[in-house]
Structure formats: structure tokens, C-alpha cells
């Protein structure tokens, strides 16, 4: 299984958590839960993060619910010791990315 299909899997199981900060992120990009969930769903990975000291982070661009094209940002991180991978969502429109507002 790859990445994509784990992230969509975490949200198929309600598997995953959007951060507050993530939150007042989505709010300032008009971007909802359903726009992450339907960016990942619809959406390919565009880039890997793999310096973060904190784990591999994924950039999937994809369309919201209404279409607009927008990236997620999301890493899998295991909560107490059993292996039960969460991923952690951010969305942010793509005009916010390309001018390096991430």
C-alpha cells in the first residue's frame, strides 16, 4: 500500500486529525474538513518533506469540494505503542504555496 492509498485509508477509518493550527489555517484559506478529505481523495503527491526531525511530511495537491485546486500537507505519527498510524492534516490553497506562504 502506498502513501496516498494509506492517507485515504486513515480517512476512510476517520484515522486522522486536523491540528488547531491547521485549523486557523483552513480558516483563513476558506477550506473545510470535506476539502481535505476530497484533496486527498482526488488528489497526487506532489512533494515529500524528509528533513523534518519530526517525520517524513507529503504535499498532496488535489481538488476541494468545489473544485479549486489546493494542497494538503499530512504525516503519519503513531500514537501510544501499537502501531496505529494517524495522518495529521493542513490544507493550504495553491496560490498561498507558490509564493512560498506554507
Not at 26 to 33: I, K, P, S
Not at 67 to 89: E, M, P, Q, S, T
Request: aromatic share 10%; with cysteine; charged share 30%.
Amino acid at each position: 500500500m502506498d502513501t496516498l492509498q494509506r492517507m485515504q485509508r486513515a480517512i476512510r477509518e476517520q484515522n486522522y486529525r486536523i491540528s488547531s493550527h491547521a485549523n486557523e489555517e483552513m480558516a483563513d484559506d476558506f477550506l473545510m474538513a470535506a476539502d481535505v478529505e476530497s484533496i486527498i481523495f482526488t488528489g497526487k503527491i506532489a512533494q515529500r518533506f524528509t528533513k523534518d526531525p519530526r517525520g517524513r511530511r507529503y504535499a498532496v495537491l488535489g481538488n476541494t469540494t468545489d473544485n479549486r485546486r489546493a494542497y494538503v500537507v499530512g504525516r503519519f505519527f503513531v500514537i501510544r505503542r501499537v502501531i496505529d498510524y494517524h495522518c495529521l492534516c493542513c490544507g493550504r490553497r495553491i496560490d498561498k504555496v507558490k509564493n512560498n506562504e506554507w
